[in-house]
């Protein structure tokens, strides 16, 4: 690499780990032993606290500043589109404040970086580094260890006090025999009480329809194919009654026309109960799905 070619070095990266390793101080300290100047932008996720983007810009900033105390860090949103990433990157080192007029710049980053989808007006150098390091194996590895210090419990602390309140989607499902008005319904293991077959819905499934057909297949081994949506609903799980997380369901309907109801998963039995019960159903019904009965025979009598 040539020498000085550029006043500015740029480093745009985003440390997403616990520390700075060889392969992260060899990029930084090589441009810096090159620029006079140099500024590292960290990529800033919309979401905070998710597997991929565990930690924030200022734990970052901090962590970068306490190995390499002369350089200016800032931050990079990131974009949906990579031309208006790239054109928020070029306007931030048009800013006469931050590099001054006539000033030359130069952006660095390793293999696989932003270089590939940059698309503004200066010029890019990848480095290749003697060692490699990579930031999702390094926070798998940090993800097993659990310390017993006041920091570590202090950082978990952090994260869940800096998250929006999350929505825990799931399904039920209402099987009905028709020609036996029958509905079929589960009991887990420790609970006397039946409930609707169903679950938590995935991130990689393609609808709330698969999964309730995933877990009706799963918990009972019936399947079936065309599905109903009957309506979703808040459900006052007892395991969130005091946390600002909630679950809302999806619930559905599906005729039953074969099978066998077998349990399994986490689901100790299944039992076909009678329509006729009506409102005597809730009697059968865990407290947190009383409000699916409700949901059903209103279903039920729209149908009719």
């Known amino acids: 690499m040539n020498k000085k070619t550029t006043d500015f070095g740029v480093i745009v990266a985003r440390f997403q780990v616990a520390r700075l390793h060889d392969a992260h101080k060899d990029l930084i300290q090589t441009v810096c032993n090159d ?22 810009f200022e ?45 030359t710049v130069t952006l660095y ?19 290749i580094p003697e060692s490699t390091v990579s930031g999702t194996e390094s926070r798998k590895l940090a993800g097993t260890k659990v310390k017993g ?14 998250q929006w309140p999350r929505v825990i989607a799931t399904v039920d499902i209402a099987l009905i025999n028709r020609k036996d008005r029958k509905l079929l319904l ?37 399947e079936v194919g065309d599905l109903q949506y009957i309506g979703s609903t808040f459900i006052k799980d007892w395991r969130y009654e005091d946390e600002e997380d909630k679950i809302k369901t999806t619930f559905f309907f599906a005729e039953y026309t074969f099978g066998v109801a077998q349990a399994d998963d986490d689901i100790a039995e299944t039992k076909w109960v009678s329509l006729d019960l009506g409102q005597e159903l809730k009697k059968l019904i865990v407290p947190e799905h009383q409000v699916l009965v409700e949901m059903l025979l209103k279903y039920l009598d729209n149908l009719r």
């Open 35 to 56: 620029h006079a100047k140099v500024i590292i932008f960290l990529g800033l996720a919309p979401n905070l606290g998710t597997k991929n983007n565990p930690l924030d």
């Open 59 to 103: 734990s970052r900033k901090k962590m970068v500043l306490e190995t390499f105390p002369d350089v200016n860090v800032l931050y990079i949103n990131d974009r949906v589109s990579d031309e208006d990433w790239s054109r928020d990157l070029d306007r931030q080192l048009s800013n006469p404040h931050l590099v001054a007029p006539g000033k």
């Open 109 to 127: 980053g390793s293999r696989d970086s932003f270089i590939q989808y940059y698309t503004g007006k200066f010029p890019t150098q990848e480095l």
């Open 149 to 162: 210090t006041q920091d570590f419990r202090e950082g978990a602390i952090w994260i869940t006090q800096n």
């Open 186 to 222: 589960g009991r887990k293991p420790n609970e006397k009480l039946l409930r609707f077959i169903g679950g938590y819905s995935t991130p990689n499934s393609q609808s709330f329809e698969e999964d309730a057909a995933r877990e009706l297949k799963e918990e009972t081994h019936i």
